[in-house]
């Protein structure tokens, strides 16, 4: 086994562990933190497998941007912190064998593809980073979602501010 495998398996497990945490951390703003901690696993994972462009792309507007929003938002409004109720439901069991389910239906898909997901790597122009950057930035591709997307992250801010406003 390669040192690029074994850093590959231990980044994958802690991408499993910190998003496991995700949604069994009992605190919502400690939740929040092990989704950026999960967030930035899957940044390494990306840049493992030599996606760089999708590594920056998840560090700057995952972590940048949505989960420091979300953090934000959290902390601005008290009245979700003071929540202690149960994290759970009697129905717990049910998403979990679903969980499994699902896991082992996806795990036989690929298991049934083969080398489908190497030939098709293998076939990808350089270029398509190019112009995927060019497109973002285009005033004739993609400009407009992005900026109605940073428009709608604003206003769920100053929606968080205004809920936590003590009057």
């Known amino acids: 086994m390669t040192p690029v495998q074994v850093i590959f398996l231990l980044t994958s497990l802690l991408v499993l562990g910190t ?3 995700v949604v069994t951390a009992p605190n919502l703003v400690r939740s929040a933190l092990w989704l950026i901690a999960t967030l930035f696993s899957v940044a390494v994972v990306f ?12 560090v700057v507007v995952y972590i940048g941007a949505i989960a ?4 934000f938002a959290v902390m601005l409004t008290r009245k979700v912190m003071q929540d202690t109720g149960p994290q759970t439901n009697s129905n717990w069991w049910l998403a979990a064998v679903f969980s499994l389910l699902l896991f082992a239906g996806l795990a036989w898909m690929l298991s049934t ?3 489908f997901g190497a030939q098709a790597a293998a076939s990808v ?3 398509t980073i190019v112009d995927l950057g060019q497109a973002l930035v285009s005033p004739d591709a993609y400009i407009l979602p992005f900026e109605v997307a940073s428009v709608l992250l604003l206003a ?11 009057r």
């Open 19 to 21: 998003a496991l945490m």
């Open 47 to 58: 840049v493992l497998l030599e996606a760089s462009f999708l590594a920056v792309v998840q």
């Open 68 to 71: 420091i929003m979300f953090i």
């Open 113 to 115: 593809w083969g080398g």
């Open 125 to 127: 122009p350089e270029t």
């Open 156 to 166: 769920a801010l100053i929606g968080a501010i205004v809920v936590a406003w003590d």
